[in-house]
């Protein structure tokens, strides 16, 4: 047996507690808590089979009251002496994608963000936001198979562009790769086709949070879009971090959204506080370069969820959906090149050059903290990724 000791400053004591799945050399994939530099797997502290998989779907599967079960269970494991078979170092593991992602949807929930690729793309127009923004939250379906955990290289995507001075469009490898800095909410139980999930009951299904990266192509976004919205230009590749923070361990990060006006429809009316202060940074090849405050985000993930299901659409176990890009209202808190660099026109200095877009090699790492109680702190871990040359 051993005792692990935890100091309260540490981003991962025991107010966090985040989920993955990790192995070791030789043996097979299982569920892990974080508990400082330390994975704890949850099998053995737990004696419980219901983690002894490559993922967290058979758990969130069980619902709230489990989760609320396991986490009480996992901090009193853990004050006490744990067997020592169960402990690893966290740079001895291999972290692996934590959940079986089902379907995935992309949102547009920062009104900055919006806002700023309104005057960027329809400069004429009196209003940046398109007349919808302000009473639903946009958003679109994407592509699940290609979301990557953390670590994994990014191969540079190739497709159709099309300049407006061109007068046809060519192919090739995209040169304006870009990076979106969002959070991705993990649905834990979804809701059956016909039955939607109303904003009071959000957090029924609601299990955690990830960093997420959409990584975008623009010159291929540009020439696709219209009329029917991203694809291509979004579907190649998107990266989460390897841990999930249980939307238990968030309840001290919880604040007031923006005042929306006008005001939403019924469907859309919120019945507790349901913003999160959750500051992300942006880390281009090691250079701090945004900080995107998710407080500021106009739409919250209760509200993305209900709306996800107005329609009766079904959600499952595993679904996850993404905030859309983090902007705040200064320039330094811009959550994607393209806006941090005025679409190419303001270069930002990396580490003494000026930059726009991604080139080969550019490393992206995205990592975020929020309020724990009493005074600590929470880490998410990080999102990280590396442009690779295409072809390779
Ligand atoms: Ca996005």
């Not at 159709?160 to 959070?183: N, W």
């Not at 609601?206 to 997420?212: A, C, I, S, W």
């Not at 995107?292 to 176990?317: C, I, K």
């Not at 090149?337 to 090699?361: C, H, K, M, Q, S």
Request: with cysteine.
């Amino acid at each position: 047996m051993t005792t692990l000791v935890v100091p309260t400053d540490d981003l991962y004591g025991l107010q966090n507690l985040p989920y993955g799945v990790y192995s070791v050399p030789g043996q097979e994939p299982g569920v892990g808590v974080r508990y400082g530099d330390h994975v704890v797997d949850l099998a053995r502290l737990l004696n419980d089979e219901t983690f002894a998989t490559g993922s967290l779907n058979p758990f969130m599967a069980q619902g709230r009251a489990r989760w609320i079960a396991v986490r009480a269970a996992i901090i009193e494991a853990l004050t006490g002496d744990v067997a020592a078979e169960a402990v690893h170092e966290l740079d001895a593991v291999v972290l692996h994608l934590p959940i079986e992602v089902a379907d995935y949807v992309d949102f547009y929930a920062s009104e900055h963000h919006a806002s700023n690729m309104g005057r960027l793309f329809r400069p004429g127009s009196a209003d940046p936001l398109s007349p919808n923004w302000r009473h639903l939250p946009i958003g679109y379906h994407g592509r699940s198979a290609s979301i990557v955990v953390s670590g994994t290289d990014i191969m540079r995507p190739a497709g159709q562009r099309k300049d407006p001075a061109d007068a046809a469009p060519v192919f090739g490898p995209s040169t304006r790769l870009d990076i979106e800095a969002e959070l991705g909410f993990v649905v834990g139980t979804g809701n059956p086709m016909g039955q939607p999930i109303p904003v009071a009951e959000a957090e029924e299904h609601l299990f955690g949070v990830v960093l997420f990266n959409d990584w975008s192509a623009r010159d291929i976004q540009a020439w696709e879009y219209v009329p029917l919205g991203p694809n291509l230009g979004k579907s190649f590749a998107c990266t989460v971090s390897a841990w999930v923070v249980p939307m238990l361990a968030l309840q001290a990060a919880k604040v007031s959204i923006p005042v929306q006006k006008p005001a939403v429809l019924p469907y859309l009316a919120l019945d507790r506080v349901w913003g999160l202060d959750i500051e992300i940074v942006v880390e281009w090849n090691g250079q701090v370069v945004s900080r995107p405050p998710y407080a500021s985000m106009y739409w919250s993930p209760a509200q993305m969820l209900a709306h996800l299901t107005v329609n009766g659409a079904p959600t499952r176990t595993g679904d996850l959906f993404a905030s859309g890009t983090i902007s705040g209202p200064d320039k330094n808190q811009r959550g994607a090149f393209i806006e941090l660099t005025w679409n190419g026109a303001e270069p930002v200095d990396v580490n003494g050059r000026p930059r726009t877009f991604l080139e080969d090699g550019d490393e992206v790492v995205l990592r975020a903290t929020a309020p724990g109680p009493g005074g600590t702190r929470l880490g998410f871990g990080e999102a990280r990724g590396r442009i690779v040359p295409n072809p390779p």
